[in-house]
């Protein structure tokens, strides 16, 4: 007699698979950290709107520059398949707008806005002729506004050259990599500490005869 075994007969199941944990940054946690930053929260306070942590928005935006540094070129897309540079990209351009509404804001008050604008025309009992004429009302203009703007458009004005080494500086220490990030320190301190022993050996070192 053949004992067949049940098991044999049927299929194999598969083990199903573990799912890993979903990322928080959902669309709308990143719409609403977008509209957040656009009306000029500073970044915790649009955390604190997202509901989010703001250590863990600071670490996706942390994330987005890197990508788009390193990926994209320095290219701000907001349709990037990565999430974190998508993000990145969004809010610093919500963030340039929203800084470009406050301007135009400001230089408006500096120069006073219109109220109202008005139009008349009519014909010149002497000529004739057909006129017209546009009056405009404007609020008065402020000057404390003109006054904080130039104050903080460029309150420490540098050089292109300035500008051009500390951009440099910043992607050499991009392109660090981590080890060599952790040795630098050490690497400056031992140059200090071999300097430091030279200039005491030559102190220390006898005269050579009929040097004097």
Known sequence: MTNTNDSAKSPARRRPRRRGRPSLLTPAVMDLLTRATAVGLPMTQ???AAG???STFLRWMSRGEDVVEEKQHGHLDVNS???HAALY???TRARAASAVRATGHIEEAARGAVVSETYRTWTDPV???????????RRPGDWRAS???LDRLDPNPKSLDELLDEEDARQRARAETP???ALTPNLQDLAARLQQTLAQYEQDAPAAP???
């Open 147 to 149: 006054a904080w703007f």
């Open 127 to 137: 000529t004739g002729e057909h006129r017209s004429e546009r009056r405009i009302r």
């Open 179 to 181: 080890m060599e990030r």
């Open 81 to 83: 398949p990565d999430p």
């Open 46 to 48: 649009a955390a604190d």
């Open 210 to 212: 009929g040097s004097e």
């Open 52 to 54: 989010v942590g703001r």
């Open 89 to 91: 990209a969004r809010v």
